[in-house]
């Protein structure tokens, strides 16, 4: 009886859901990713009303995003490859873009450029979102801290003389854990995910290193300095420093550069309210205003420049500007590959369950 209650409870739940978005823009990104104030002014400019559905990971959303229907959804770039080299999505129609693709930040242009050269076409899918770099935060003033991250690089994550933090995500914590070990995550063995492997355990369960995700925004402002050194991506970084001016942003020499973007889901319902959504957030002011308010650097040249140099944005270009510029000196891309996705899902949950 109560699984004949809880069926029909389920399916009343999903056709009241259903009728709700039927008539709505249903969107699918991120939580805490986008001004609402944006949103709030383009349903009033439109009269096209914004179903935001969130996911926690790419690796929900991929799942997710392959058995339910969403009009628009914000992925990183390798969930965008892995959904295009699924047929899950429509080639993006640049004709009804009013973004031009010339307005792009200079280094966004260099990083989508090597991307390509590298074998994915990103823009032949998505038009990007935010952009930046994983890196580490840091206690400024904890004293040879700094000196240790210049030497250390990653593998100060290991270093037991330091409280830290490591990303709660498989594909970025072996990104370290591989560079820390001189690999890279390109083409990376059985016998180097291994490596890796053994050496996050070794920080995790032996170098006093917390596994943790996007608590580090609120633990970082309301507990000072909870970690010596943490792993964020370089948007939380800049929302971080601006609240707390005794952490500082360090990219190592090598890191993953990610994008974000726009894609188009084949089974939309509404591909034209899409792209008056991406339409809408890709003018000059939109773009402003959320980069304002998200701390990511934007993909517009002109808006990054803007707040580059804004006086009132309320940040020394030594410390916060630094985090937004999205600097790197060498990086990779995370690409889509079935065979090490699987390597490293497998040799992260060993991890997890050392401690």
């Known amino acids: ?58 690796e929900v959303l991929l799942t997710n995003a392959k058995v339910n229907s969403y009009d628009l959804i914000i992925p990183s770039d390798y969930a965008i490859e892995e959904l295009a080299a699924g047929d899950y999505l ?44 994983v890196g580490l935060i840091y206690n400024n003033t904890k004293a040879g801290l700094y000196e240790d991250l210049v030497e250390e690089e990653w593998n100060i994550l290991n270093n037991p003389d330091y409280s830290k933090m490591i990303y709660d995500s498989s594909r970025d914590a072996f990104m370290a854990a591989l560079y820390a070990n001189n690999f890279e995550m390109k083409n990376a063995t059985s016998t180097e995910i291994n490596v890796a492997k053994n050496w996050l355990i070794d920080a995790y369960s032996k170098s006093n290193a917390s596994i943790k995700s996007d608590e580090i925004l609120s633990e970082a402002i309301d507990n000072n300095t909870p970690y010596d050194v943490a792993m964020v991506y370089s948007g939380d970084a800049v929302y971080i420093l601006q609240e707390n ?55 517009s040249e002109a808006v990054y420049q803007n707040l580059y140099q804004d006086e009132e944005f309320n940040w020394d270009n030594d410390r916060i500007g630094y985090a937004f510029s999205v600097p790197y000196t060498n990086f990779e891309f995370f690409r889509y590959d079935v065979d090490l996705k699987k390597l490293m899902d497998d040799a992260w949950e060993l991890v997890i369950l050392s401690n």
């Open 245 to 299: 001016e005794k952490y500082s942003y360090f990219v190592p020499t090598w890191t993953n550069v990610w994008i974000d973007g726009y894609v188009i889901p084949k089974n939309t319902k509404h591909e034209d309210w899409a792209y008056e959504f991406i339409n809408f957030m890709s003018t000059y002011d939109a773009l402003l205003d959320n980069a304002t308010e998200m701390g990511y650097s934007p993909i």
């Open 90 to 133: 429509k080639p993006l129609d640049w004709d009804r873009i009013d973004f031009d693709k010339a307005d792009f930040s200079v280094n966004l242009s260099n990083a989508i450029d090597q991307l390509n050269t590298g074998g994915f076409d990103i823009l032949e899918y998505s038009l990007p979102y935010f952009w930046g770099t």
């Open 1 to 58: 009886m109560k699984k004949i209650f809880s069926l029909t409870f389920i399916m009343a739940a999903l056709f009241i859901l259903n009728a709700c978005t039927s008539n709505a823009l249903v969107i699918y990104m991120p939580k805490e990713y986008i001004s609402e104030d944006l949103i709030d002014a383009f349903e009033q400019e439109t009269g096209i009303q914004v179903a935001l559905r969130y996911f926690d990971s790419n």
